[in-house]
């Protein structure tokens, strides 16, 4: 972190995530503070309006589409303007799920299978939903997820079990005027791999009485556990290596967490990769450094000496 004396923290924006950029936000204002380096909190709406030319370095903590689908990272670097995380490419090639899961695919990285409706909404007025379902239950099973293909914590995902499910999921659905995508619904463990400067931090799996780990169970359960994964050490190799060969994949750099899905038979499945991942005193990266020994501030610390 040599030189780094005043870090620019843009954070807030317009998404669903708002809360969760907010509290991200603090927390590293707060873990800088303690580590003696100034730093500066930047609505997302003001930041154009700002120098950033003062500054040595950029924290993203601004999720949703306005942090993570890689526009604000084209205009930092256009700028010539240093910032943590991926770069535009990596970015948008893990913010869109398809795209991202396309990429798996054609590296051989396992990843649950799906089908993507380019539009919801239009798919629906030329399509019955009975249709769809039967599609999607002949294709994919009885279990499927319903994820738009841009969005984060778990905004606007639902479990379908049934066509009464299907319905209850499209009528409750915030926007449905989007991509979206099916995935086949995996039984097992939820798993997490953060990786900060090329290294994979322990894996994290999330316990919770939820049906999945969504944005309930993110940000206001107190029911969700998140412990170290109970893995032999060639699964945890196994993991990590596939967290890494995911990350680079997609172009990512700096850090980064991979979301995973273990089935009954201990095989993994990427279901997705984000870039800029939360980083609340409860979220996923700062709870997998805690199993190294490592505090809060000893991972930004190493966040930003990646960034750098």
């Known amino acids: 972190m040599e030189g780094i004396k005043n870090i620019a923290i843009i954070y807030g924006g317009s998404s669903a995530e708002r809360e969760v950029s907010i509290e991200s936000g603090e927390g590293i204002f707060n873990g800088l503070s303690k580590m003696g380096i100034k730093s500066t909190l930047i609505e997302y709406a003001d930041f154009e309006q700002i120098s950033l030319d003062n ?70 007025k030329s399509n019955s939903v009975e249709g769809l379902y039967q599609k999607l239950k002949s294709e994919m099973g009885e279990e499927i997820f319903m994820k738009p293909s841009e969005d984060g914590s778990s905004i606007d995902i639902f479990k379908i079990e049934s066509k009464g499910s299907f319905m209850n999921a499209i009528n409750d659905c915030i926007n ?29 799996e999330i316990q919770t009485n939820n049906i999945f780990y969504n944005y309930e169970a993110k940000y ?53 990769i984000n870039t800029a991942p939360g980083m609340t005193s409860h979220s996923l990266v700062p709870k997998a450094g805690s199993f190294l020994g490592l505090s809060y501030e000893e991972v930004l610390k190493n966040i930003i000496n990646a960034s750098l």
């Not at 589409?65 to 010539?80: A, C, F, M, P």
């Not at 303007?81 to 899961?101: E, V």
């Not at 953060?194 to 290294?199: E, L, T, Y």
Request: net charge negative.
């Open 55 to 124: 500054f040595d370095l950029v924290f993203i903590a601004l999720h949703g589409h306005e942090g993570e689908s890689g526009e604000l990272q084209k205009v930092l670097s256009d700028r010539n303007i240093k910032y943590t995380g991926s770069s535009l490419k990596g970015c948008s090639q893990t913010w869109n799920k398809r795209i991202c899961k396309e990429i798996l695919l054609e590296n051989h990285i396992g990843t649950p299978k799906w089908i993507s409706v380019s539009n919801l909404e239009t798919d629906l």
């Open 176 to 204: 449905l005027n989007r991509e979206f995508i099916f995935e086949e619904a995996i039984s097992g463990k939820e798993i997490t791999v953060g990786i900060i400067n090329n290294k994979c931090l322990p894996p994290v």
């Open 220 to 272: 206001l359960s107190n029911e969700t556990s998140l412990i170290e994964a109970d893995l032999s050490q060639e699964k945890k190799e196994e993991i990590q290596q596939m967290a890494l060969n995911a990350f680079h994949a997609c172009g990512c750099k700096s850090w980064a967490r991979v979301d995973f899905l273990q089935d009954n038979n201990g095989n993994f499945f990427v279901i997705e």
